[in-house]
Nanobody, 125 residues
């Protein structure tokens, strides 16, 4: 199971940290990812990180502002957001990939088999 938290209302330019707590069979997870869905838009990939090595991949749209990390002791994945913009508004979902049918990093929703409930981030301009 995945539990996302940390969302809220922030002003443009602020920083925000999202966390995703994983429970259960985390040893079988290959990678964790963050996706977001803005109002009226499709869910899109933000970032992913391999569980064992901690190798990260960031979407080009947030590459210079967001970082992802994971803690294998607390089974937590963190998305650190800096200099947030209005276009970062949306529901942020964490997801786990337990089946590997390609590269560890995937931007495809269907490659992730476990999803958290989402946490809402609202950026005011």
């Amino acid at each position: 199971q995945l539990q996302a938290s940390g969302g809220g209302l922030v002003q443009a330019g602020a920083s925000l940290r999202l966390s995703c707590a994983a429970s259960g069979r985390t040893f079988s997870v290959f990678a964790m990812g963050w996706f977001r869905q803005a109002p009226g838009k499709e869910r899109e990939f933000v970032s992913s990180i391999t569980w064992r090595a901690g190798d990260s991949f960031i979407s080009r749209s947030v590459k210079d502002r967001f970082t992802i990390s994971r803690d294998r002791v607390t089974n937590t994945v963190t998305l650190q957001m800096h200099e947030v913009k209005a276009e970062d508004t949306g529901v942020y979902y964490c997801a786990a990939r337990s089946t590997l049918n390609g590269p560890y990093h995937s931007t495809t929703i269907r490659d992730y088999d476990t999803w958290g409930q989402g946490t809402l981030v609202t950026v005011s301009s």
